[in-house]
Nanobody
Framework: VQLQASGGGSVQPGGSLRLSCVAS????????IRWFRQAPGKEREGVAC????????DYADSVKGRFTISRDYAKNTAYLQMNSLKPEDTAVYYC??????????????????WGQGTQVTVSS
């Protein structure tokens, strides 16, 4: 497994979680990193992106102001800090590497690697 997502769990509405995406045999240096999620019965959707290099970010409107994506080149890891969680954030979350290295672009993502999903459940 080249990418491993972790950090999911069950929280109450308003709670926080931090997801991690660790690369083992793969260097994240050459990619933008994206987080996606898929809720039951729904299509997978992009949540957040962080560019290679300048670290520019992009977010889905549904998570703007609540989620923060970051990356640590030294640890070869990306993160997704999720605050003010809502029940509609419940989904399996996946990280992925994107050969399109800039997030703010009209080019569609070119995903090379997917991490195993991690379940996030927001419920009272």
């Amino acid at each position: 497994v080249q990418l491993q997502a972790s950090g999911g769990g069950s929280v109450q509405p308003g709670g926080s979680l931090r997801l991690s995406c660790v690369a083992s045999t793969l260097s994240l240096d050459y990619y933008a990193i994206r987080w996606f999620r898929q809720a039951p019965g729904k299509e997978r959707e992009g949540v957040a992106c962080i560019s290679r290099g300048d670290g520019g970010t992009d977010y889905a409107d549904s998570v703007k102001g609540r989620f923060t994506i970051s990356r640590d080149y030294a640890k070869n890891t990306a993160y997704l800090q999720m605050n003010s969680l809502k029940p509609e954030d419940t989904a399996v979350y996946y990280c992925a590497t994107d050969r399109v290295t800039v997030c703010d672009t009209d080019q569609p993502p070119q995903i090379d690697n997917w991490g195993q999903g991690t379940q996030v459940t927001v419920s009272s």
